[in-house]
């Protein structure tokens, strides 16, 4: 066993209680498949599992493609990338109250609740939608928040505290369509309505710290890769990956999103 454990984080996207949960379910499960002390966590944000692979106090993170293409950049490496219901790729929904839709000729007055920056899903992709119409997200609307996770932008939606937000989804030709929302209540989900779908992206994936140790790299690697053979790797894959399996990923495949990850950047199309 190594003298220092493997470091794991996870990004606080769907929520800090929730993640915390499943921090702990992961690192029960690497722990004892790896034979190796292993030390999963949530970041408070995207930033800091950037700069927690970048500065050595993290070796692997699960992140969204601006996050992996961006530590691609500065030396990262990646392992694997999810697949959901059949497909490597998703998209963004964009939310608002049932029957409130907003025009796009007049903008004026919207408050939206974006999960963070760096999130794909939860901005980029929503970003890049109307810019694509003529409509500056940045200084078109009168409010502008980022919360850190889709539970709580949406439930800023859901309480009035603003009148847009956005969810990761399926792809349309996804086995199973499914969207962020399946995870409120029926009750919640009844109150709300997505009235766009973004361009499609890769999916989110494992990225490993430039000098992470390779041997501790490719067991990590072979162990999640295979995870899908077992039943406790699967719950794994369900709860925390939310996928079906994890297959290897081309570095090449984040290449395109490098440039979305920079302020001010379009999000450009990926093959």
């Known amino acids: 066993m190594a003298s220092s454990p493997l470091r794991f984080v996870l990004p606080p996207a769907l929520g800090e209680i929730r993640a915390g949960g499943l921090a702990t379910q992961l690192q029960r499960f690497l722990t004892e498949k790896l034979d190796d002390e292993v030390n999963v966590y949530v970041a408070p944000d995207y930033a800091a599992v950037e700069d927690d692979l970048l500065f050595g106090s993290a070796d692997a993170a699960w992140g969204p493609p601006s996050v992996c293409a961006r530590l691609q950049s500065a030396g990262g490496r990646f392992l694997l990338h999810a697949v959901r219901r059949g497909a490597s790729r998703y998209r963004a929904g964009l939310v608002c109250r049932k029957g409130e839709g907003p025009s796009l000729d007049d903008v004026t007055g919207l408050r939206a609740a974006w999960v963070s920056p760096d999130s794909t899903a939860g901005f980029l992709l929503p970003r890049q939608w109307f810019r694509d119409r003529g ?14 996770s889709y539970l709580a932008a949406v439930r800023a939606v859901l309480h009035g505290e603003a009148d847009l937000t956005a969810v990761f989804a399926s792809v349309e030709d996804a086995d199973t369509p499914y969207t962020a929302l399946d995870e409120l209540s029926p009750e919640e989900q009844d109150k709300l309505e997505i009235f766009a779908y973004t361009a499609e992206r890769l999916n989110d994936g494992i990225v490993i710290a430039p000098d992470c140790d390779r041997a501790r790299l490719e067991s ?18 369900r709860a925390v990956f939310n996928a079906d399996r994890l297959v290897p990923t081309d570095a090449a495949a984040y290449a395109a999103i490098y440039e ?7 999000v450009p199309e990926t093959d």
């Open 260 to 266: 979305a990850s920079l302020e001010g950047a379009p």
């Open 220 to 237: 990590l690697r072979d162990l999640l890769r295979h995870a899908h053979d077992s039943d406790d790797g699967r719950e794994v894959l």
């Open 135 to 148: 409509i500056d997200v940045d200084t078109a609307f009168d409010d502008v928040r980022y919360l850190g």
